[in-house]
């Protein structure tokens, strides 16, 4: 007691006394804490966020102010068949490759479930393709595709398949498929390793139980895995389309969008206009024109896969 | 019910589809890494040279790479913006994951659930508003444009990742070093940040490759030579117009590759559980 009326006597150790008492505050100190995320995500992800709409309603070339027009922008990308073979192409792209994401990582992840040796040498090297920079082994997939010294054709050829060497990135199918092959490739571990947890949390018992009973493995795999795996099957399928539908890198790094705009996604094509040709203000309402597309692909991937989740009667 | 099964069938319904999986997902690596050490003789004729050996194996084009282009530049500036960060991003998800989880201030959910949301904003469509930004801050063509923007991916990310790594840690521990006098920094300087380093790992590792890996930020705010990352200055500067020199863009590739795998190798465990991590949650 006479500590603390000593204290109060002196005004310097009162402040430090303060000072302590707001550093034990939780919603000061939570506030505090929150302050560097928040700064960062507010000035480099909050107002760009922003911006970018605004932006998408002027005419801002790059490195000077613009004047706003309205939606000048969206209605010149309307009548722009460009734009919407871009817009063909995402979709055409994230629909086929999620598809073969999804199948062929499940399938490696089903696999992987099962009694090995080395299980774990081969999760990490199943996993290598995602750990790799995208745009690194995007260039070995530039040098399989070459249309001189594609190895791919060459050993097709050896094994007597097909008579010349296929042109992958010079055809707009070929080049479609192409990319998507690089894409779905990049994309599996991802998928794989993913689902993998997931199969992994499913007690063995529960298929004990079914085989009892004479389920097949068929039954086996409809009736106990899918149910419980389908929750995690929406979360990863949500990231990968969304990962897929954003994509740049890889038709940068291949394609640039070519051959004749065959391959360009919305993100390469707003960073063509944007960047590479200087109009900011369209390359914007290329990238804001994403955002209806993102949030309806999000919500069906998410809610579709999760209708069982809120059917009446349901959990 | 594997102990069911007879080799035969293991072969046909295991061993084999693995195969076949392990080669496609390995070969781009293989191809990369014979054409890095090929000599352009053996590289452009396949009629003489069985393409998938080497016979006579040469370090030209990692030596052409390594002295007659800025690529060890570039992997200077790789690494200084990947360190530089993920420790600021650390730092900041650290503090703002903390305070979410565990000093639950008023609002602490709303906030946690913007974070969640920022987790869903991709690069593609803020690459434009922030180039407008870096140019106005007068940080384009500059490391920091990157050191900044990074984080507008990593904080959320690894701030995600972490609430779900301290609620695993028992809120126990903190009370009983609270009964004993500690004051609420005390406690997350002593107690929770080291129970917490397995957290920090995963966090980190997961943050350098995906600094590492970046490209279109990368691509957007620098434009001279010396100041690009490898994946930017290996697709800009390394092709001359038609003319492709793909032994020595192999060899980008693959050395750009090698530090994040030797990371990774040694990291797995961690590595693979931020990816689960992040998605379970």
Redesign the interface.
């Known amino acids: 007691m006479t500590a603390e009326v000593q204290l109060a006597d002196r005004p310097a150790a009162r402040r430090r006394q303060t000072a302590a008492r707001l550093f034990d505050n939780r919603h000061f100190l939570g506030w505090l804490f929150m302050l560097p995320a928040a700064s960062i995500l507010l000035v480099f992800l909050a107002y760009p966020l922003g911006l970018g709409f605004w932006l998408g309603l002027t005419d801002t070339p790059i490195g000077e102010p613009g004047h706003f027009i309205g939606l000048a922008n969206f209605v010149s990308l309307s009548r722009d068949s460009v734009f919407w073979l871009s817009v063909f192409n995402t979709i055409f792209y994230t629909v086929v490759a999620s598809f073969f994401k999804f199948f062929l990582g499940l399938y490696l992840a089903l696999l992987l479930n099962r009694r090995l040796p080395f299980k774990s040498l081969l999760r990490a090297i199943v996993l290598l393709p995602f750990v790799v920079p995208t745009v690194l082994s995007a260039i070995a997939f530039w040098w399989i595709y070459d249309p001189q010294f594609s190895i791919v054709s060459w050993a097709l050829i050896q094994l007597g398949l097909i008579d010349h060497y296929i042109d992958f990135l010079g055809q707009p199918w070929h080049a479609r498929f192409a990319t998507v092959v690089a894409n779905v490739w990049r994309g599996i571990p991802f998928v794989t390793i993913t689902l993998l947890a997931g199969l992994q949390t499913i007690s063995p018992s529960l298929y004990e139980a079914a085989t009892l009973d004479g389920a097949s493995a068929l039954q086996r795999f409809r009736f106990v895995t899918l149910p419980l795996l389908s929750p995690i099957i929406a979360v990863v399928m949500t990231f990968s389309v969304l990962l897929t539908f954003t994509d740049f890198q890889l038709i940068y790094t291949l394609t640039r969008g070519g051959p004749i705009n065959a391959t360009h996604l919305m993100a390469t094509l707003s960073f063509e206009r944007a960047i590479t040709g200087g109009h900011l203000g369209e390359g914007a309402a290329i990238a804001d024109a994403m955002v209806p597309f993102l949030l309806a692909a999000i919500l069906f991937s998410y809610f579709g896969l999760q209708r069982r989740r809120w059917q009446p009667g349901s959990r | ?3 069911l099964e007879r080799l035969p069938r293991r072969v046909v319904t ?1 061993y084999l ?2 195969g076949i ?2 080669f ?3 070969f ?2 293989y ?2 890494t014979t ?1 890095t050490f090929k000599p352009d003789a053996e ?2 004729d ?1 009629a003489h040279f069985n ?1 998938f050996g080497i016979v006579h194996p040469t370090l030209m084009h990692i030596e052409k790479l390594l002295f007659e282009t800025d690529y060890p530049q570039w992997l200077l500036n790789t690494t200084f913006v990947a360190v530089a960060a993920t420790v ?1 991003s650390l ?3 650290v ?2 994951a ?3 989880e565990r ?4 609002g ?1 959910r709303y ?1 946690g659930l913007a ?1 969640f949301l ?1 987790y ?14 870096i ?1 106005q801050l007068g940080l384009y063509d500059s490391d920091w444009a990157l050191v ?2 990074y ?2 991916f990593l ?2 990310f690894c ?1 995600w990742l972490l609430m779900g790594y301290f609620r695993t840690i028992p809120y126990e521990l903190e009370e009983c070093a609270m009964i004993d006098g500690a ?3 005390q406690v997350l300087r002593w107690i929770t940040l080291p129970l917490a380093v397995p957290g920090l790992i995963s966090a980190g590792i997961f943050a350098f ?1 995906l600094s ?2 970046e ?2 930020y990368a ?2 705010f620098i434009s001279s030579s010396e100041n690009k990352t ?3 200055g ?2 800009t500067e390394l092709v001359e117009g038609d003319v ?1 020199h ?1 032994g020595s ?2 060899a ?2 693959l050395l ?2 090698l530090p ?2 030797i990371l ?2 040694f990291f ?1 465990e961690y ?2 559980s931020s ?2 991590g992040a ?2 949650e």
């Not at chain 2, 869903?120 to 930004?133: E, Y």
């Open positions: 019910m594997d102990y295991l589809p693995l999986f392990v496609v997902l390995l781009p690596f191809w990369m054409t590289l452009y396949y393409p600021l730092f900041s998800s503090c703002a903390y305070a979410i000093l639950r201030f008023t602490a906030v974070i920022a869903l904003v991709p690069p593609s469509i803020l690459f434009i508003p922030l180039a407008a930004i140019f900044l923007t984080p507008t904080v959320p701030t004051s609420r920094l490759t590492w890996n490209f279109i691509l957007t490898v994946p930017v290996a697709i492709y793909w863009l192999m980008a590739a750009g590759s994040v795998v990774y190798s797995v590595y693979v990816l689960t998605v379970k």
